[in-house]
């Protein structure tokens, strides 16, 4: 089963520009909603604390509570049908002609080898064979279907991570800081049957990997290296037009604000955030400012009213 490239990278930029849509028209109840656990914050918090210190699996204090302000915009926006099948992220949808798989990620702005112009890709939420095993004795093995057949028609498997950087509720309070997202951005994951296209040149170092007494049995994810790849090149090879695979909302209050002790690879790092910095490497402009311009808007919330402007360079 398999449908052409062309159609395939149609298929994502248009349900990129559908999810986006749904974001920024909804951008004012959203942004309420995620301000909502800071301001209840004593209620929870210190019963948050305990269960991160008892669990081995790290979540952000936004973590798995804007999952559902997102789930409750796109099912009230669209007639899209959740998904039962087990593999997959808790936004897993079927629609008319594809399946939509969003991956919602959040992190803190000290962990910038989580966000800084890639973002990480799951084996539970990619169709996407990266062929480089890192060390490890076997290769990646992506766990979503690159096609579901549903009564006779096939239906293309697609990826999205939407992915949220943030100041820790604690930073928020002690220093002061805006509680709204530093950004939120949405990019689309190439399917896997686009691999001839973009090969392994945008999967950077796995996150973790699959370990047997202490050995690498094959990576459970990768970093999806968007500056590198940051528009659909198929579109752009029949129209010479480039469609940004990358759409970013970025807090007016945290433009060029400096952080120190930002984690990139192995050392710490000081780093100035904007539109640009955010979706690039360190020390390395891959998507240039005029470019960024281009699927960048700035927020500012006045009144508890959001207000979007264009991103000026």
């Known amino acids: 089963m398999s449908i052409p490239s062309c159609a395939i990278e149609c298929l994502e930029a248009r349900y990129l520009n559908e999810i986006w849509s749904t974001i920024t028209g909804n951008i004012n109840t959203i942004l ?76 803190y702005v000290e962990n910038g080898w989580d966000y800084l112009g890639l973002v990480i890709v799951g084996e539970a939420q990619t169709t996407y064979p990266m062929q480089k095993k890192w060390g490890a004795r076997k290769k990646f093995q992506p766990r979503l279907s690159k096609y579901y057949k549903v009564q006779e028609k096939i239906k293309v498997c697609l990826t999205y991570v939407l992915q949220i950087v943030h100041v820790s509720f604690k930073k928020i309070q002690s220093k002061g ?66 469609n940004y695979r990358i759409k970013v909302l970025f807090n007016k209050e945290y433009v060029d604000m400096v952080f120190s002790d930002v984690s990139w690879k192995r050392k710490k790092i000081t780093i100035q955030l904007n539109p640009v910095s955010i979706v690039n490497h360190p020390n390395q402009v891959l998507i240039r400012a005029k470019d960024v311009a281009k699927f960048t808007k700035l927020f500012s919330v006045k009144d508890n009213n959001v207000i979007l402007e264009n991103y000026k360079v």
């Open 32 to 107: 309420e909603r995620i301000r909502l656990g800071f301001l209840v914050k004593e209620s929870w918090y210190p019963i948050f604390e305990e269960v991160q210190k008892e669990s081995k699996r790290r979540l952000t204090d936004l973590g798995i509570g804007v999952e559902r302000i997102f789930h409750w915009k796109f099912a009230k926006e669209y007639d899209w049908k959740p998904c039962s099948i087990p593999l997959g992220s808790n936004l897993f949808y079927e629609t008319d002609d594809a399946f939509i798989n969003i991956d919602v990620k959040t992190a």
């Open 177 to 242: 800081y805006d509680p709204n997202p530093i950004a939120i951005m949405l990019v689309s994951v190439p399917h896997g049957d686009l691999y001839s296209i973009y090969g392994d040149d945008i999967c950077g170092e796995p996150k973790n990997f699959k370990k047997k007494n202490n050995v690498k049995i094959r990576p459970k994810n990768f970093r999806f290296l968007y500056s590198k790849a940051p528009y659909f090149h198929v579109i752009y090879n029949m129209s010479k037009k480039k």
